[in-house]
């Protein structure tokens, strides 16, 4: 199944932007951004919910790490 050639050159005028040299630092950027965003969705933010489920009612008394808590919590 072919493109229609509207799609086509859309894609070469595209390409053709992002060849060019001088928007290589504004790309970087854009690419930063959108990689911090698929991290923070991905990583983040499953952990601040599983961490706000074990530890939502504060009475964790443990500051040094979450390892030693996991028992405490998992009774609960």
């Known amino acids: 199944m072919a493109a229609p ?3 086509r050159a859309l894609l070469v005028a595209v390409n053709a932007l992002l060849r060019k040299r001088r928007y290589h630092a504004a790309l970087a950027v854009l690419k930063g951004f959108r ?3 698929v ?3 991905k ?3 499953p952990h ?3 961490m706000t489920f074990l530890f939502r009612n ?3 008394t443990c500051t040094c790490c979450h390892v030693s ?3 405490w919590a998992a009774w609960l």
Do not use: D, F, T
């Open 43 to 45: 990583i983040r933010a």
């Open 58 to 60: 504060g009475r964790s």
């Open 35 to 37: 990689n911090g965003a």
């Open 39 to 41: 991290y923070g969705a």
């Open 48 to 50: 601040a919910l599983v």
């Open 5 to 7: 050639p509207q799609l």
């Open 69 to 71: 808590c996991l028992p």
